[in-house]
């Protein structure tokens, strides 16, 4: 039987121009390079992180500035094995480059729990990200469903099952850190979670023929506690603090993670820590990586202050569970996109009709 043409983007890539569905509007088109770097975002080293000291106190200082300024900050001796990490961007890309049949084998459009999909986008949303994404649902580990992790190559399974339990272990480290900047015991943002929930996500950006018309991915916050970002040297992730109107490019930096909050530790922390407002961008010159790791709450944990100041409101009017959170997050994301699409329509419609006026004045000038 015939292909109805390319199915994955690492075949689209080989076109010329890019398709229709990847042109974004021009109000959210990039306009600044992948490459055009910024040291903005705090670099920290996490060395002293388990030291009862004066030094971890003083980190506890520097990641609670970062995350009320930017909501990011890149961390470098961490304590993950390079060697792991290397590993697992390695099978990763060998995924990426397998033939689209083979990818499709692990398909998760029709609502699975895991595994490849094309550029995810949201339903009623027209144009879609230039990314294709792997995903595992690690934790809890009771949720697994090991049919839904790729089995190609043959070593990934066992290399990811080890990167996500080291990268929760560092994840509840950065936690421990962030209740006792929040003036709470080393365990409150843990245990607020739950069950801590856990979803490791590959990005794989194959290089783009028109990249300045698209976004690998669009602008968004998290929605969860702490998401720790493994991304390659070609640089591509940008964060705003001031709604979108400018934008920096983080500076990758090698073997560091990129962590970024999101809305529940925003809410959490009583809008103290930014949820980083961040997007991915993409480039005709390389294909790019980058493993997000995402640590969450379960769906059934309050989404609620755990500390309001003496004289403070509570950002939010009453606790809701972050199932309900999550869902009210989408619906307004939904009804956003049914909104520009409609704003889209009638602009082209006014266009039609100013056209057909100016074609009728012109034709009775003539005559
Ligand atoms: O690839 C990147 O740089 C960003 C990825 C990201 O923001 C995400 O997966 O949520
Ligand atoms: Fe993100």
């Known amino acids: 039987m015939a292909r109805a043409g390319p199915l994955t983007l690492t075949s689209l890539a080989l076109e010329k121009s890019l398709h229709e569905k990847f042109i974004r509007d021009e109000d959210e088109r990039p306009n600044l390079a992948y490459d055009q770097f910024s040291s903005q975002i705090p670099l920290i080293s996490l060395s002293g992180i388990d ?20 909501g990011i900050f890149q961390v470098i001796d961490h304590g993950i094995d390079l060697k792991l990490v290397n590993d697992m961007t390695r099978l990763a ?46 934790y809890p580990i009771k949720g697994r469903d090991y049919s839904l992790w790729p089995d ?22 950065l936690l421990g850190i962030l209740s006792e900047a929040m003036g709470l ?118 989404v609620y202050p755990l500390k309001i100041g003496d004289d403070g409101k509570p950002i939010i009017e009453k606790p809701i569970t972050y199932g309900e959170m999550y869902k009210r997050k989408m619906a307004k994301d939904i009804e956003l996109a049914k909104l520009k699409k409609l704003a889209k329509e009638q602009k082209l419609q006014e266009e039609v009709v100013n056209n057909v006026e100016d074609h009728h004045l012109n034709n009775g000038k003539t005559k």
């Not at 190559?153 to 080291?166: D, G, H, I, L, N």
């Not at 998290?222 to 400018?246: E, H, Y």
Request: with cysteine; charged share 25%; proline share 4%.
């Open 93 to 138: 890309r060998e995924f990426f480059d397998l033939p689209d049949e083979e990818k499709l084998r692990f398909d998760m459009s029709g609502g699975r729990k895991g595994g490849f999909i094309v550029s995810s986008h949201l339903q009623g949303e027209v144009v879609q990200d230039w990314r294709e994404i792997v995903t595992y649902f690690t």
């Open 185 to 302: 015991e080393r365990e409150a943002l843990t245990k607020a979670c739950l069950n801590m929930d856990q979803k490791v996500v590959v990005n794989f950006y194959p290089k783009c023929p028109q990249p300045n018309l698209t976004l690998g991915l669009k602008r968004h916050s998290d929605p969860g506690l702490i998401t720790l970002l493994f991304q390659d040297n070609v640089g591509g992730l940008q964060a705003t603090r001031d709604g979108g109107k400018s934008w920096i490019t983080v500076q990758p930096v090698e073997g560091a993670f990129v962590v970024n909050l999101g809305d529940f530790a925003h809410y959490l922390s009583n809008g103290r820590f930014k949820n980083a407002d961040h997007r991915a961008v993409v480039n005709s010159n390389t294909n790019r990586m980058s493993i997000a790791t995402f640590q969450n709450p379960s769906p059934e944990a309050i």
């Open 51 to 70: 030291d009862e000291c004066n030094k971890r106190k003083e980190l506890c200082k520097r990641i609670a500035q970062a995350c009320e300024d930017w």
């Open 152 to 173: 190609k190559p043959e070593a990934w399974r066992a290399v990811t099952e080890t990167y996500s339990s080291q990268l929760m272990c560092l994840g509840c480290k």
